[in-house]
């Protein structure tokens, strides 16, 4: 069975960087993923697309402080230069099947 | 610019029925496949169904298999969602989504 999973909090101070984690369950190694934003009150911002190997294509505006990468079943985002913005709820989702890890609450310090 | 706006949330009674619309702008909607997903107040994102381009290939979460419905208008540049059978747990902000594009959301409540 095909599973996201994803640390339900992390923080990190304004300015610094901050690297989210989500990990596909066992088998799945190879999926490619999406990761949206998603700032209080707002609806979902889509992100970029991340592949198994690393590489990744942003969506359109999405500021060069976001990047992704990946090792095995695990993908990150890495969100470096905080910004109070940047106060989120952070979702993986599997490209083109729409399966969603549970999220993790940005908190910027 | 890619835009999707959602329409017709609302509240509605338990065992009732609704339909929400999506109108699409700013890209070949004909071209992509479309998706609802829904949020429930306070919880995270969960995918409610998907429709291909044209229309050949249908899917649906268990949580709604057999009450709702997604249907598209290519010429009109529209998806929808029939919802019948509405039960409480149903109550969430729906959202139409291409593969990279979110829509701002319409609200359902379903309640008594």
């Known amino acids: 069975q095909l599973v996201l999973t994803q640390s339900p909090s992390a923080s990190a101070s304004l300015g610094a960087s901050v690297k989210l984690t989500c990990t596909l369950s066992?088998?799945?190694?190879?999926?490619?993923i999406a990761w949206h934003q998603q700032q209080p009150e707002k609806g979902p911002r889509y992100l970029m697309k991340l592949n198994s190997d690393g590489s990744h294509s942003k969506g359109d505006g999405i500021p060069d402080r976001f990047s992704g990468s990946s090792s095995g079943a695990e993908r990150y985002l890495t969100i470096s230069s905080l910004q109070s913005e940047d106060e989120a709820d952070y979702y993986c989702?599997?490209?083109?099947?729409?399966?969603f890890g549970g999220g993790t609450k940005l908190t910027v310090l | 610019e890619v835009q999707l706006v959602e329409s017709g949330g609302g509240l509605v009674k338990p065992g009732g029925s609704l339909r929400l619309s999506c109108a699409a702008s700013?890209?070949?909607?004909?071209?992509?496949?479309m998706n609802w997903v829904r949020q429930a107040p306070g919880k995270g994102l969960e995918w409610v169904s998907s429709?291909?381009?044209?229309?050949?290939?249908?899917y649906y979460a268990d949580s709604v298999k057999g009450r709702f419905t997604i249907s598209r208008d290519n010429a009109k540049n529209s998806l929808y969602l029939q919802m019948n059978s509405l039960r409480a747990e149903d109550t969430a902000v729906y959202y139409c989504a291409r593969s990279n594009a979110w829509g701002q959301g319409t609200m359902v409540t379903v309640s008594s």
């Open positions: 066992s088998g799945h190694s190879s999926y490619a």
């Open positions: 989702q599997t490209w083109g099947t729409w399966v």
């Open positions: 429709i291909s381009s044209s229309s050949s290939y249908i």
């Open positions: 700013g890209f070949t909607f004909s071209s992509y496949s």
